[in-house]
């Protein structure tokens, strides 16, 4: 069976939902796929933070009132980095908007945000829903692209890939390489019995000699369960020939900040793995009646492994694109751009900072010289105001780059009284 839909956006998580509801805000009609039936669990660090929260009240002003009302999101005041001979970094999040006291950052198992986000979808009448579509096979026909599941088939104009960075159907649509230092791997379990951290209500890194550039991840949950994940770049994981499933486990036993507090745990399922395609190389993101949006276009930050309010920034950007393509009734590369440079410049600060950061996440040296660079920063940004602003500046990654910044900082900064 064969049906037809102008626009057909491939894949359901946070960049599918985006896409369509934010097309649906302008009128224009979807056809929504996924190959799961929700809810469904999906591999992440479970994190969403402030750009998530202010594109989630965009979309829908009731979604992360709706969690916190049903109690499934906890706040996050801050992060704790843990480098490898155990000196640490601990920095606060400020609110989410200057002025006010909103949070900036929460933690929700992905299967109950992606479930709320689902549920929007299925109640938007501009937007028709399939579950349980497999994608087999994708091609381009005259005007338009053939997506073939197990049992039906859709023919679209525009077909707007957000199927993560897994899929390995969007080769035959558009070649992507996958190269070993621009992609990452992880596992990531669930576990219950886990003692409290010290620091609280904090996300934690720990970044150890094996995991390097990489690291491993602790996400608390509101039900006092946590999320650990552990995100190593490919190339180190088949250098070194690692097994992250044994060094998680290893870690978690040995590590002396984690292995008293492990020491009763029980992981809930089991572990589960996924590959990202890391946001430390520009890729091509559109072409004739395709956009990749997302995990998709290879948007995760180094740094975090965190890649949700990149697939939703760019989910937004995708629908403006869609749009215009209908009113135009054009749906070829021409129309589409400038869309790869749209999408780049609303998340280059994530990329910059990925490219930043990834030379200190080789060496227990290097990594040390950088958090103690951070920590010195982190102390002295709640005693000033200008450090302070950058928090909230969009353009703080290109100041943090330049050698100009850190030279105010340790000679020159306005208030003198907060250096001592």
């Known amino acids: 069976m064969q049906t037809n ?37 999906k591999v992440c660090g479970d994190n969403v933070s402030g750009n998530t929260i202010r594109v989630l009240n965009e979309l829908d002003p009731s979604i992360v009132p709706n969690l916190q009302l049903e109690k499934k999101t906890i706040e996050m005041k801050g992060v704790v980095a843990h480098a490898a001979n155990n000196h640490k970094m601990k920095i606060d999040f400020l609110p989410l ?33 399939i579950e349980g579509f497999n994608v087999q096979d994708i091609h381009r026909q005259d005007n338009g692209i053939l997506i073939q599941g ?13 199927s993560g960075s897994n899929a390995n159907f969007i080769k035959n649509l558009h070649p992507v390489e996958k190269e070993d230092n621009h992609f990452a791997v992880g ?12 620091h609280g209500d904090y996300c934690e890194l720990y970044m150890t000699k094996d995991l390097m550039p990489g690291g491993l991840y602790i996400t608390p949950f509101s039900d006092e369960t946590v999320n650990v994940n552990v995100v ?24 002396p900040l984690l292995k008293e507090r492990f020491s ?10 996924s590959g990202l395609f890391l946001a430390t190389k520009k890729r091509a993101l559109s072409g004739d009646n395709f956009m990749l ?27 403006d694109f869609a749009a215009k393509c209908v009113e135009a009734n054009d749906f070829t590369k021409e129309t589409l751009a400038d869309y790869d440079e749209r999408v780049f410049d609303r998340v280059k600060n994530y990329i910059k900072m990925s490219k930043l950061v990834a030379p200190f996440l080789s060496s227990n040296i290097a990594l040390n010289i950088l958090l103690h660079g951070m920590n010195f920063i982190a102390k002295k940004y709640d005693q000033n105001n200008e450090l302070r602003d950058l928090m909230y500046d969009h353009e703080a990654t290109k100041k943090l780059i330049k050698p100009k910044f850190y030279y105010k900082l340790f000679f020159g900064i306005k208030n003198s009284e907060a250096l001592g």
């Not at 200057?98 to 949070?103: A, D, N, Q, V």
């Not at 669930?190 to 951290?197: D, E, I, L």
């Not at 995990?295 to 989910?315: H, R, T």
């Open 150 to 162: 197990k049992t039906q088939a859709i023919f679209t104009n525009l077909a707007i890939i957000c």
């Open 232 to 255: 190593v770049r490919s190339d180190v994981v088949k250098k070194k020939k690692l097994n992250l499933k044994r060094i998680l486990a290893e870690t978690l036993a040995t590590h």
């Open 293 to 319: 949006v997302g995990d998709a276009a290879g948007l995760i930050d180094l740094l975090s492994a965190n890649g949700i309010p990149q697939a939703m920034l760019s989910g937004q950007i995708a629908a």
């Open 5 to 41: 839909s102008k626009i057909c956006i491939i894949g359901a998580g946070p960049a599918g939902i985006t896409t369509s509801l934010s097309l649906a805000k302008k009128g224009i009609r979807s056809t929504l796929i996924d190959k799961a039936v929700f809810p469904r669990h």
């Open 187 to 198: 596992v990531r379990g669930y576990y219950k019995n886990v003692k409290p951290s010290e």
């Open 264 to 273: 009763e745990a029980e992981m809930i399922g089991k572990l589960e793995g």
């Open 97 to 129: 908007e200057p002025g006010t006291e909103i949070p900036s950052c929460y933690t929700i198992p992905r299967i109950q945000l992606d479930n709320e986000l689902i549920k929007k979808a299925k109640e938007n009448p501009l937007i028709d829903v």
